[in-house]
């Protein structure tokens, strides 16, 4: 077995990314504080062909060094918004047909393994803040809650592991399981 060099990957360019057919989803990020969570989540919406991510808040916007040093380029690739107030990202996303979820631990969430999607349908992904989470007020306006199963201490993963995690899941389910 040998390892592959990067220009073995065939990868898309900046322009042919933004040419290509997107996976129905926007992450949006409430409050995230950061600057590597924030690119991580860029490197892995290119990686997945998300649609969109929505900054919220006090979440920083490219250009910026410490975030570019995470996403690699994909904050020139990945489409963006900023919102000063996360509200008006859910607000227009419903406004644009999107069904929106909380990725949180809240009363009635649905297990992640248990979330079935319709290919039918647009998704929007509201990951929050660190220390506190997605907003309550984001909660309550959110379509329902999805949360990933943990089995250890620890309360919470990473905001960007819980992306990748997220992410990975739906996009598989998207496009390798059989509808």
């Not at 919220?56 to 690739?77: F, Q, V």
């Not at 919102?83 to 227009?92: C, G, I, N, R």
């Not at 047909?97 to 509201?126: C, H, I, P, R, W």
């Amino acid at each position: 077995m040998r390892k592959l060099k990067n220009s073995e990957l065939n990868r898309k360019s900046i322009d042919e990314f933004k040419e290509s057919e997107k996976t129905p989803i926007i992450i949006v990020l409430d409050n995230v504080r950061s600057l590597n969570n924030i690119g991580s989540v860029f490197r892995t919406s290119d990686a997945l062909l998300v649609e969109a991510v929505y900054l919220c808040g006090i979440t920083a916007t490219p250009p910026h060094r410490e975030l570019h040093k995470t996403a690699l380029g994909a904050e020139d690739s990945v489409y963006w918004e900023y919102f000063e107030k996360t509200e008006d990202a859910v607000a227009k996303l419903k406004s644009n047909g999107f069904d929106v979820y909380s990725v949180e631990q809240a009363e009635n969430s649905t297990s992640l393994e248990n979330f079935t999607m319709d290919s039918s349908k647009k998704y929007a992904l509201v990951f929050g803040n660190e220390v506190k989470g997605v907003q309550q007020n984001i909660v309550s306006l959110s379509e329902g809650c999805i949360e990933i199963p943990q089995f250890g201490t620890k309360h919470s993963f990473n905001v960007s592991v819980s992306c990748g995690i997220v992410l990975w899941d739906l996009f598989s389910k998207l496009n390798y399981q059989k509808k």
